[in-house]
T-cell receptor, first 112, second 113 residues
Framework: GESVGLHLPTLSVQEGDNSIINCAYS??????FIWYKQESGKGPQFIID?????DKRQGQRVTVLLNKTVKHLSLQIAATQPGDSAVYFC???????????FGAGTQVVVTP | DAGVTQSPTHLIKTRGQQVTLRCSPK?????VSWYQQALGQGPQFIFQ???????QRGNFPDRFSGHQFPNYSSELNVNALLLGDSALYLC????????????FGQGTRLTVV
């Protein structure tokens, strides 16, 4: 079955630095990938997505990289701000209905 | 434009009781999925509804059931509650036709005592 994992449970980053969060997946049939941000007491908030026909996609201060060869994706946050402190999840889908398989999450802590 | 709304936000139930959680999808969305998120973990897929039918189901017992109404809103029912059912229950809506991104509600925090 599908498994989705994150490489680090906690990432501590200084304000203004860049953050990189990694995620590995196991199902080669996965074709849709999403990064979510979840703040305490709230539901996951969509950040950025990427489909398997791309290897890079950029948003506002965020970039997602997809390496299908090694089944790995990453989220890069530029100039990390205190408001970026949250748990970040990667989610993977490989079926036509869009069922999402989530990783365990990475807690990002931004220090001044 | 309202996003995904869930009710109630919190509730406490006793073991063995039954609970119903409600979800209204984002305007224009026709597909609703439910997820269970235990403390410190990622969301786990329960099931998905489209055109008032359950289309996919995760690894959850039959105690978990659902329904989708003609207006696309949805309910999650859990019977014979166990302590282990305590979790944040999340509803996500999406547009089936385009397989677009799923938007989540704020969740319902269920505590079973």
């Amino acid at each position: 079955g599908e498994s989705v994992g994150l490489h680090l449970p906690t990432l501590s980053v200084q304000e203004g630095d860049n953050s990189i969060i990694n995620c590995a997946y196991s199902n080669s049939a996965s074709d849709y990938f999403i990064w979510y941000k979840q703040e305490s007491g709230k539901g996951p908030q969509f950040i950025i997505d990427i489909r398997s026909n791309m290897d890079k996609r950029q948003g506002q201060r965020v970039t997602v990289l997809l390496n299908k060869t090694v089944k790995h994706l990453s989220l890069q946050i530029a100039a990390t701000q205190p408001g970026d402190s949250a748990v970040y999840f990667c989610a993977v889908s490989g079926d036509s209905w869009g069922k999402l398989q989530f990783g365990a999450g990475t807690q990002v802590v931004v220090t001044p | 434009d309202a996003g995904v709304t869930q009710s109630p936000t919190h509730l406490i139930k006793t073991r063995g009781q039954q609970v119903t959680l409600r979800c209204s999808p984002k305007s224009g969305h026709d597909t609703v999925s439910w997820y269970q998120q235990a403390l410190g973990q990622g969301p786990q897929f329960i099931f998905q509804y489209y055109e008032e039918e359950e289309r996919q189901r995760g690894n959850f017992p039959d105690r978990f059931s659902g329904h989708q109404f003609p207006n696309y809103s949805s309910e999650l029912n859990v019977n014979a509650l166990l302590l282990g059912d305590s979790a944040l229950y999340l509803c996500a809506s999406s547009l089936r036709a385009g397989r677009t991104e799923a938007f989540f509600g704020q969740g319902t925090r269920l505590t079973v005592v």
